[in-house]
């Protein structure tokens, strides 16, 4: 996005004899929990870049004040990210959430308020897909080796999958279909293991299935299309069982989508570590010192289980199903790492590079939200919903295959 503001859009000004005003720069929305972990030094960078904090997961009206003001008030634009989080993959839109259109219609009311009825509200597209140079086939195979060790599995031979030559597929198409293959068992295996453990010793009650996916796969059932649709509900509900393990410790109650579920879980856990409470650190006692460490403890280890879907959270074997491609594949293998890592105890930060990657980014065409104003003042709802559909139409619109 840098790279666009700062030096693209002003390349293309100039070929289009377009002045602009310096310095071209654009204000920019962050989650507050990126410099708690990622500590003070990108806090005090984002800040000094234009950045604007929010707390997700809670009503924060002061960094919500702080946004509005800068959207209707700055001398430049501002940017956010209406999913709210990335998905992991290049060709899937998550669900926006709804408080981009809010923002725009809150903008075009302080517009009317201070009588400047000349300006337009328009919120802009922007799609961002990275693709590899080369497709990763050989690095993809290493990694996905090395998920079949982390998973305790054996190794398994294209002649073990007979149904693969009965499709009378090219060589290179036999090689990517059982490399999607060992994909699937991989998933499938670590399905497996976690309705058991969080069965086991979380006491939940998952109808646990005993996969012929575990070992070595059956011909018949790999291939059926059946098999990764079944995946779908037992994943979900996977999903469902660690969340809660994770509200039960903090009092949440399971409340809107996946998503919106990590991110109250987030901040509550941000809420036990950082104790706003806690005026002077120093200043405790060492009862006092010793009983907030073990809550900030308690309060990560619980935090485990939400991060854990959120890596798990995209991972569908439909993806890949779809369009098998070394790109889609990747992406998911790479989802599958993460889930590993965490269990491991690793830094999914830390992700394997698969090659080089370019990026595309696709500008699209502005939205006025001054146009719907009419319909905002007979229903809000209705036009908040309608704005970001609309908003999420377009930035699937600009997915390039």
């Known amino acids: ?14 070929a289009k004899g377009i002045p602009l005003q310096f310095p071209v720069h654009s204000h920019f929305i962050y989650d507050r929990g990126i410099p708690l972990w990622a500590g003070s030094s990108v806090g005090w960078l984002y800040s000094r870049l234009g950045g604007t904090p929010i707390v997700r997961g809670k009503i924060d009206r002061a960094g919500l004040r702080s946004a509005r003001d800068l959207f209707a008030n700055s001398q430049f634009p501002i940017a956010a990210a209406p999913e709210g989080a990335t998905n992991g993959h290049n060709e899937i839109v998550s669900p926006l959430e709804p408080g981009i259109a809010q923002m725009g219609f809150w903008c075009v009311e ?4 201070a009588g400047r009825t000349d300006e337009k509200v328009l919120i802009v597209p922007i799609g961002i897909q990275y693709r590899y140079v080369n497709p990763p086939w050989e690095p993809l195979e290493k990694l996905l080796t090395q998920l079949e060790i982390d998973c305790g ?8 999958i007979a149904k693969l030559e009965a499709e009378n597929l090219a060589p290179a198409d036999q090689h990517h279909k059982f490399q999607y293959l060992r994909l699937i068992r991989v998933g499938n295996h670590l399905l497996t293991v976690m309705e058991q453990f969080y069965a086991r010793f979380y006491h939940r009650n998952l109808q646990l299935k005993t996969s012929s996916l575990t070992l070595i796969p059956l011909p018949e059932t790999t291939t059926n299309d059946s ?3 079944a995946m779908i509900p037992r994943l979900t509900a996977l999903l469902d069982v660690g969340l809660q393990v994770a509200e039960e410790y ?9 998503i919106d579920r990590c991110r109250r879980l987030e901040q509550a856990g941000w809420d036990y570590i950082y104790r706003e409470d806690i005026k002077d650190i120093a200043g405790l006692c060492s009862l006092e010192r010793g009983l907030a460490d073990r809550l900030a ?5 619980r935090m485990w289980h939400m991060r854990l879907v959120e890596s798990f959270v995209s991972v569908t074997g439909r993806y890949v199903q779809e369009k098998l491609t070394a790109e889609r594949l990747a992406e998911t293998t790479l989802l599958l790492w993460d889930v590993l890592t965490r269990i491991k105890g690793g ?6 590079s698969l090659g080089k990657q370019q990026v595309q980014m696709t500008v699209g065409e ?16 209705v036009a908040v919903a309608e704005l970001t559909q609309d908003l999420q139409s377009a930035l699937e619109g600009m997915i390039k295959s």
């Open 227 to 229: 098999e990764n649709e």
């Open 153 to 160: 599995l054996p190794a398994l031979e294209p002649t073990e």
């Open 250 to 258: 903090f009092n949440l109650k399971p409340k809107g989508s996946l």
């Open 347 to 352: 830094n999914p930060f830390g992700r394997p």
């Open 297 to 301: 403890e308690e309060a990560s280890l």
């Open 1 to 14: 996005m840098g790279q666009l503001i700062w030096k693209l859009v002003p390349q293309a000004a100039r």
């Open 366 to 381: 502005p939205i006025s939200v001054g146009d719907r104003w009419e319909g905002y003042q007979s229903s809000r709802r």
């Open 110 to 113: 302080d517009l009317l308020k």
